[in-house]
Nanobody, 116 residues
């Protein structure tokens, strides 16, 4: 059972990236999947989440710029990030919680660097 996060990289301010969180061993359709980020010297913060019934929530500072979505056929959750700012620079991690099995899984981080 694992989550594989990918899609990070170096991008200029104003640019876009799409992060992927692909699962194996669990079905993300039945899970609440959340993207977190942690910048150097700062606490981890919740960026965006999507529940099993497709309710979404976002960190206030990313509303209107980031979109979380799920592709059940690919068992993957995406985080589309647009209009990136230097303050979005962080390691992004995905988490999946499945209430039925009380399973909580973390993927490894993917680094997003926004810099000119």
């Amino acid at each position: 059972v694992q989550l594989q996060a990918s899609g990070g990289g170096l991008v200029r301010p104003g640019g876009s990236l799409r992060l992927s969180c692909k699962a194996s061993g669990i079905v993300l359709l039945f899970s609440t999947v959340t993207w977190y980020r942690q910048a150097p010297g700062k606490e981890r913060e919740l960026v965006a989440g999507i529940t099993s019934d497709e309710n979404t929530n976002y960190l206030e500072s990313v509303k209107g710029r980031f979109t979380i979505s799920r592709d059940s056929a690919k068992n993957t959750v995406y985080l589309q990030m647009r209009s990136l700012k230097p303050e979005d620079t962080a390691i992004y991690l995905c988490n999946a919680y499945t209430s039925v099995s009380d399973t909580n899984i973390w993927g490894q981080g993917t680094l997003v660097t926004v810099s000119s």
